[in-house]
């Protein structure tokens, strides 16, 4: 079958899942108070981890390297809050990685409040002049400032922003879709922050040498396109308008709607000339670059029938999620299940102790009655996980082949594309673990490539 | 902000589960074989309407005997009989359409103890089978009680409803019933005829059949293309042979190609996974009925044509595997 090749601005297949942004769409982001205490983790971002480079009971001032690694593919993780260094110890994030942490006790002035608030989004962004700045301080800024993807990969932004002489990029795509249900984070910041973003989105540009720039905002956020398109002019921004769909926000997916380019499978947006940015990621790059300031501080939206107050909020890197709750007011009583992320792609968390990583975009709080109650059953091969795989994939056999061991079969099914998107879990009437199953496949096919 | 001190649930009280933590809510396996059942009813409807109580019974013993022969089978697999997952009475329903009305009731139960039990407990349940288990009880019963079912049992002279005592419309066809004119199109289509108990209407399977494709219980590639193929067979049949009664409309309207291609074709255990996969076998089938219809001693070739085109599914799916999205990954070395 060949991909529709017409303009329109969305990708194929997909789904609609319920939007369910109305519990904190029209909540202003609030700062929370700074914590007693923070615990940075030292891996947050693909890549190597890093090590401490701070000694128990050291005092640290906001914005202090706490580690960093000496490898390429890394990013240093700084302090949050101003305070003394504690012993290292041990976190288990959302995802189920084990990772060392460096807990901090809040001591001394802190910058919380409104100050912390305009530090990041406040003043004045300047408009002119950003071209003179050179590309390689950009991305030496965003190394320094331990800059990752904030959509949820966390990719090292200095590693995206500094690709090989061969790889020409013209576009820089500003990722503003945030398609996951229930997450407001980066439509409230489009609202707030818009300069920052736009002027981050500029700065991409100027490190990658693209020309153009589109942010892409899906349909349901209207005032979000309003306000990026009052001040994108002034820049020479494009504000492209997608399709409300499931997965809208997913790179290749995106590229297609907005550019109708495809990326072909296993290479990335860069070798057909583009650089994706979230938009949290972009606002990040202005403040490291014009500021100075490393990424200490992100917006996460908690929000669902499990929270008593949904909201936004700005939290400092390394707060405990139950703090992030406890910021939106606590679990309501019939509080079911806690996910580190949109309920899409998300995972669900059984220790609230667990910190707030760079890539935490949110916390989804699904109540009993959220939840499905509809028993697996045998898959009746309905083909409707064929019908929504955005990646054009088999889900059903890769699941079955995963199920059975047989790995290369699974791979000649192109278990290897899937980006675990989860539509065909989402979509499939006998409830089967689809993306669960496809995940051990991927797993396994990559230690055999490797 | 309220004034009452925060709480926090503990720990244990929060579910750990796989994503996604959504799920499309009105669509689930029940749901899908909920929705078959009320396709069925316009079909089940003209069937009453036009056979009577004939209908009712053979109806309800063959969902009866489907329901009982699942409990029974998964009885002697020692699994829970998974009744309210529905696919039994469906199963059964469609096999009791399939009937003629004069059929004896043990027929219908002892088809629909071959449907659960060959057709699909042999091959390990729900979702495992490669033969469309009603197909399978209707062949059972067509080769076991061969006279019960052939053309000429559709009619009984005595019959207290007049239309009892015509003969089918592919029966006329053929020519086994002697020289008598065709029913028009109209009557055909509308299914004031005599036949199956659920064929005669192809409107009541048309408003069944387009409410599944809506619902996405049944994949509308499938009817389409079932139809399709039954037209572009019909085309070629009546160039071969302009002499024939049955114009390419008569095919279409007249035997159980509706029914087929809605509620028999769309099964979705038994039919390809991908949209091309389905247009294949969509395809197939329709050109099968209107060979066997044309070419062999039967009237009506939707059985066979169903379970050949089963048997085939698992290569018309090794054929249609979609391209990805941004084609295949190229790895070093050309390793898969
Ligand atoms: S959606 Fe579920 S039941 Fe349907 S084919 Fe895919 S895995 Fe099987
Ligand atoms: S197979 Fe992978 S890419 Fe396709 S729908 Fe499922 S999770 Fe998404």
């Given at each position: 079958m060949s991909w529709p090749s017409r303009r329109a601005r969305t990708f194929p297949h997909g789904v609609h899942p319920?939007?369910?942004?109305?519990?904190?769409?029209?909540?202003?982001?609030?700062?929370?108070?700074?914590?007693?205490?923070?615990?940075i983790p030292l891996l947050q971002h693909l890549g190597a981890p890093c090590q401490a480079v701070v000694a128990s009971r050291a005092t640290v001032a906001l914005g202090d390297v706490v580690g960093r690694a000496e490898a390429p593919v890394s990013a240093p993780v700084h302090a949050s809050i101003a305070g003394v260094v504690q012993r290292e110890s041990v976190a288990t994030l959302p995802n189920g990685r084990h990772v060392t942490t460096v807990p901090i006790k809040a001591a001394g002035e802190q910058l919380e409040g409104q100050a912390l608030y305009d530090a990041h989004f406040g003043g004045d962004w300047p408009l002119a002049g950003l071209d003179e700045i050179a590309p390689a301080e950009i991305v030496a800024a965003a190394g320094e400032a331990g800059l990752v993807g904030m959509g949820g990969a966390a990719f090292p932004t200095h590693v995206k922003l500094a690709p090989g002489p061969r790889r020409p990029v013209d576009t820089v795509l500003v990722n503003g879709c945030e398609c996951e249900p229930y997450l407001t984070a980066d439509e409230r910041l489009m609202r707030e922050a818009a300069l920052?973003?736009?002027?981050?989105?500029?700065?991409?540009?100027?490190?990658?040498?693209?020309?153009?720039?589109?942010?892409?905002?899906?349909?349901?956020?209207?005032?979000?396109?309003?306000?990026?398109?009052?001040?994108?002019?002034?820049?020479?921004?494009?504000?492209?308008?997608?399709?409300?769909?499931?997965?809208?926000?997913?790179?290749?997916?995106?590229?297609?709607?907005?550019?109708?380019?495809?990326?072909?499978?296993?290479?990335?947006?860069?070798?057909?000339?583009?650089?994706?940015?979230?938009?949290?990621?972009?606002?990040?790059?202005?403040?490291?670059?014009?500021?100075?300031?490393?990424?200490?501080?992100?917006?996460?939206?908690?929000?669902?029938?499990g929270v008593r107050e949904p909201k936004n909020l700005l939290v400092p890197i390394g707060l405990r999620l139950s703090e992030a709750i406890e910021a939106a007011g606590g679990l309501t009583d019939d509080a079911a299940r806690v996910i580190a992320g949109g309920p899409m792609m998300g995972f669900s968390v059984a220790y609230l102790d667990a910190p707030v990583t760079k890539g935490t975009s949110g916390l989804t709080v699904l109540a009993a009655r959220d939840l499905d109650a509809e028993p697996e059953r045998a898959c009746v091969r309905c083909g409707r996980c064929v019908d929504v795989c955005p990646m054009g994939l088999l889900p059903t056999r890769i699941a079955l082949a995963a199920r059975y061991g047989e790995w290369e079969l699974a791979g000649s099914y192109h278990a290897r594309l899937c980006v675990e998107c989860g539509c065909c879990a989402f979509a499939c009437p006998s409830r089967l673990p689809l993306v669960q199953l496809i995940r051990v496949a991927?797993?396994?096919?990559?230690?055999?490539?490797? | 902000m309220t004034a009452e001190p925060v709480r926090i649930a503990p720990a244990p009280a929060l579910h750990v589960a796989p994503g996604p933590h959504l799920t499309v809510s009105d669509f689930t396996a029940r749901r899908m074989m909920a929705d078959v059942l009320l396709a069925l009813l316009p079909v089940a409807g003209v069937a009453v309407w036009i056979f009577r109580w004939y209908a009712v019974l053979q109806i309800a013993v063959c969902v009866a005997a489907a329901l009982l022969a699942?409990?029974?089978?998964?009885?002697?697999?020692?699994?829970?009989?998974?009744?309210?997952d529905l696919s039994a009475a469906v199963t059964g329903a469609i096999l009791g359409l399939s009937l003629p009305w004069s059929a004896p009731w043990y027929v219908g139960a002892i088809g629909a103890f071959a449907a659960i039990g060959l057709g699909k407990a042999a091959f390990g349940g729900l979702g495992q089978n490669i033969f469309n288990p009603a197909m399978v009880g209707r062949a059972?019963?067509?080769?076991?009680?061969?006279?019960?079912?052939?053309?000429?049992?559709?009619?009984?002279?005595?019959?207290?409803?007049?239309?009892?005592?015509?003969?089918?419309?592919?029966?006329?066809a053929k020519g086994t019933a002697g020289a008598v004119a065709l029913p028009g199109l109209w009557p055909l289509f509308l299914g004031n005829v005599n036949g199956s108990l659920g064929e005669t209407s192809?409107?009541?399977?048309?408003?069944?059949?387009?409410?599944?494709?809506?619902?996405?219980?049944?994949?509308?590639?499938?009817?389409?293309?079932?139809?399709?193929?039954?037209?572009?067979?019909?085309?070629?049949?009546?160039?071969?042979?302009?002499?024939?009664?049955?114009t390419v409309l008569h095919h279409l309207f007249a035997g159980a190609l509706f029914f087929c291609a809605f509620f028999i074709a769309t099964d979705p255990v038994t039919s390809p996974l991908s949209p091309r996969g389905r247009a294949v076998f969509g395809f197939g089938v329709g050109v099968l009925v209107v060979l066997i219809r044309t070419l062999s001693s039967y009237p009506e070739g939707?059985?066979?044509?169903?379970?050949?085109?089963?048997?085939?599914?698992?290569?018309?799916?090794?054929?249609?595997?979609?391209?990805?999205?941004?084609?295949?990954?190229?790895?070093?070395?050309?390793?898969?």
């Open positions: 319920p939007e369910e942004k109305q519990f904190a769409r029209d909540v202003p982001i609030e700062v929370v108070p700074t914590p007693a205490a923070v615990a920052p973003v736009l002027v981050g989105a500029k700065l991409v540009a100027r490190a990658v040498g693209a020309k153009r720039i589109v942010v892409g905002i899906e349909a349901n956020k209207p005032e979000a396109i309003a306000e990026m398109r009052r001040v994108a002019p002034e820049l020479g921004i494009e504000v492209g308008v997608v399709a409300t769909k499931y997965p809208q926000g997913a790179e290749k997916q995106l590229v297609y709607a907005l550019l109708q380019r495809i990326v072909p499978g296993g290479k990335l947006p860069l070798d057909v000339g583009v650089v994706v940015s979230n938009v949290a990621t972009a606002a990040a790059l202005a403040r490291a670059v014009l500021r100075g300031a490393p990424l200490t501080h992100r917006v996460m939206t908690v929000a669902g029938h991927k797993a396994r096919l990559a230690k055999m490539t490797a | 699942e409990a029974l089978f998964s009885r002697l697999r020692r699994r829970r009989a998974p009744l309210d059972f019963v067509m080769v076991a009680f061969a006279a019960s079912l052939a053309g000429g049992a559709y009619v009984r002279a005595e019959a207290a409803l007049p239309i009892l005592t015509q003969a089918t419309p592919l029966s006329l192809a409107l009541a399977c048309l408003v069944g059949g387009l409410y599944l494709c809506w619902r996405r219980s049944a994949a509308w590639q499938i009817p389409v293309w079932t139809l399709a193929g039954a037209a572009a067979a019909a085309v070629v049949a009546n160039l071969l042979d302009p002499a024939t009664p049955l939707v059985v066979f044509a169903i379970l050949l085109m089963n048997s085939v599914t698992p290569l018309i799916n090794r054929g249609t595997v979609p391209k990805p999205f941004g084609g295949a990954v190229e790895l070093p070395g050309g390793a898969k």
